[in-house]
């Protein structure tokens, strides 16, 4: 059963950079059927989409963070990673990996990690 | 951007009835909709996928319908773990950018 790990600092100091990394277990990150994504909710709000990868590492974004984000996959660790750039308290919550179906018409997420928490504050 | 909107955003039925949640996309999405539930302290779970298709391991009592730019999520008789948060996902772009909708509060009546 595939599960999915986020790992990284709860804690980054305003205008630093927010590093986070996704383990895969369970199953090969390489797998063309699936790609890899990030999510994050603020506290009390909801979801937020913020791109995903490709086992080649094609990856997609949300324009209103392209300029501060990037996807990274590292094949070898079965891992993914997140890195924003510049943050500020807007940027705090919960970041949330997880899996999508990458066939026609899809983009859905079906395993998630559990979460991890990130505060900005000096 | 495809702005997702969701309906009502708190919902009180009792345990048994029948909820009905709403999802609405600012343009048509064909049948490029997701439902989630998340619990509180925890991450969401995949419900439905295409609109209508359940993911593995839900209960009938979950069903999704619509297309183009209305959907509905119904949970024919509430059962007391059924009282989340639901949010749907619209994945219609290419490239990919997608969106989720405010969230609906079940919450027991």
């Known amino acids: 059963q595939l599960q999915m790990q986020e790992s990284g600092p709860g804690l980054v100091k305003p205008s630093e950079t927010l590093s986070l990394t996704c383990t895969v277990s369970?199953?090969?990150?390489?797998?063309?059927?699936?790609?890899w994504g990030w999510i994050r909710q603020p506290p009390g709000k909801g979801l937020e989409w913020i791109g995903n990868?490709?086992?080649?590492?094609?990856?997609n974004y949300i324009p209103s963070l392209k300029s501060r984000v990037t996807i990274s996959v590292d094949t070898s660790k079965n891992q993914f990673s997140l890195k924003l750039s510049s943050v500020t308290a807007a940027d705090a919550g919960v970041y949330y990996c997880?899996?999508?179906?990458?066939?026609?018409?899809?983009?859905?997420?079906?395993?998630w990690g559990k979460g991890t928490t990130v505060t900005v504050s000096s | 951007e495809i702005v997702m909107t969701q309906s009502p955003a708190t919902l009180s039925v009792s345990p048994g009835e029948r909820a009905t949640l709403s999802c609405r996309a600012s343009q048509s999405i064909s049948g490029d909709l997701a439902w989630y539930q998340q619990k509180p302290g925890q991450a969401p779970s995949l419900l439905i996928y295409?609109?209508?298709t359940r993911a593995t391991g839900i209960p009938a009592r979950f069903s999704g319908s619509g297309s183009g730019t209305e959907f509905t999520l119904t949970i024919s008789s509430l059962q007391s773990e059924d009282f989340a948060v639901y949010y749907c996902?619209?994945?219609?772009?290419?490239?990919?950018?997608?969106?989720f909708g405010q969230g609906t509060k079940l919450e027991i009546k």
């Open positions: 295409g609109a209508s």
């Open positions: 996902q619209q994945y219609n772009n290419w490239p990919p950018m997608y969106t």
């Open positions: 990868i490709y086992y080649n590492g094609n990856s």
């Open positions: 997880a899996r999508e179906d990458s066939g026609y018409s899809s983009g859905w997420y079906d395993v």
């Open positions: 369970g199953g090969s990150i390489s797998n063309s059927l699936y790609y």
